[in-house]
Every structure is written in structure tokens, then in C-alpha cells.
């Protein structure tokens, strides 16, 4: 079973940055596609941004030039580098894995961006 676990989470002020970073269990993390998505309370989960096992990345349109997804496979991480916080972007970042039609979900951690 694959477990993700989050960290980086906290508290900032707007304008400041934040890393995240999600850690994997197990041999399958080189082979999957990673994702940060976010809830805000209220609202629906989205995707913030992806990384393929090739390394391409997709981003959310009002993150574009403010955040970097990153892998390190040899550390069964995926990072999200968030600069320029914006207040609007306060919520529960969570990291998803996904390979051969399979899915897994980190708990999440807080972002609270304070104006």
C-alpha cells in the first residue's frame, strides 16, 4: 500500500513562499504521475500542478511563473516550490500518485496565507 506523506505546510504572509514536499512509500514513485491539488473550505479540490515520470509539468493558469513542481526519484519526492503567496490561496495542498489507473492521496497539509 502506498502512503504519502506531506510536508511544509504553515503559516505566511502574502507575497512570501513556501515549499512543499510529498514523500512516497514504496518502489512505484519513478513510474507515477505526481500532482498538487488544493481545497479551499467550501470548495471543490483542483489541481494545482502536475509532473508526469518524465519529468513534463502542467500548471494551474493562476499559479503560472509563481510555483515549480519538482521530482527527485531517487528520493521519492515531489516538491512544490509556491512563491508569491496570495491570501486567496489558503487551503489543504494535497499530493496524488497515480499509475496504471491507480490512485493514492496524501492527508494533506495546511496553507494559510494571511493578507
Known amino acids: 500500500q502506498v502512503q504519502l506523506v506531506e510536508s511544509g505546510g504553515g503559516l505566511v504572509q502574502a507575497g512570501g513562499s513556501l515549499r512543499l514536499s510529498c514523500v512516497a512509500s514504496?518502489?512505484?514513485?519513478?513510474?507515477?504521475?505526481m500532482g498538487w491539488y488544493r481545497q479551499a473550505p467550501g470548495l471543490e479540490r483542483e489541481l494545482v500542478a502536475g509532473?508526469?515520470?518524465?519529468?513534463?509539468?502542467n500548471y494551474a493558469d493562476s499559479v503560472k511563473g509563481r510555483f515549480t513542481i519538482s521530482r527527485d526519484n531517487a528520493k521519492n519526492t515531489v516538491y512544490l516550490q509556491m512563491n508569491s503567496l496570495k491570501p486567496g490561496e489558503t487551503a489543504v495542498y494535497y499530493c496524488?500518485?497515480?499509475?496504471?489507473?491507480?490512485?493514492?492521496w496524501g492527508k494533506g497539509t495546511q496553507v494559510t496565507v494571511s493578507s
Open positions: 509532473i508526469t515520470r518524465g519529468a513534463t509539468t
Open positions: 496524488r500518485m497515480y499509475y496504471w489507473g491507480r490512485e493514492y
Open positions: 514504496g518502489s512505484t514513485f519513478s513510474i507515477s504521475s
